[in-house]
């Protein structure tokens, strides 16, 4: 299964944090630290996103 949808049925909560965490086959801290990490990513990706949509409409 895609581990990306492992992890999205997380946050809509189908699957509690243990739950994905077994089904990824890591520990729930583990989870915790990837789920922090992909987090700051996609606030670092929608950050450079938003600033090329700006000057690209300028």
């Known amino acids: 299964?895609?581990?990306r949808k492992v992890?999205?049925?997380?946050r809509r909560g189908?699957?509690?944090a243990q739950e994905c965490a077994q089904v990824l086959g890591i520990e729930?801290?583990?989870l915790e630290d990837l789920l922090t990490d992909s987090t700051e990513e996609l606030y670092?990706?929608?950050s450079a996103t938003a600033g090329h949509r700006q000057s690209a409409t300028k």
């Open 1 to 3: 299964m895609d581990k």
């Open 7 to 10: 992890i999205n049925a997380y």
């Open 28 to 30: 729930r801290r583990q």
């Open 14 to 16: 189908f699957l509690t």
């Open 44 to 46: 670092r990706h929608s």
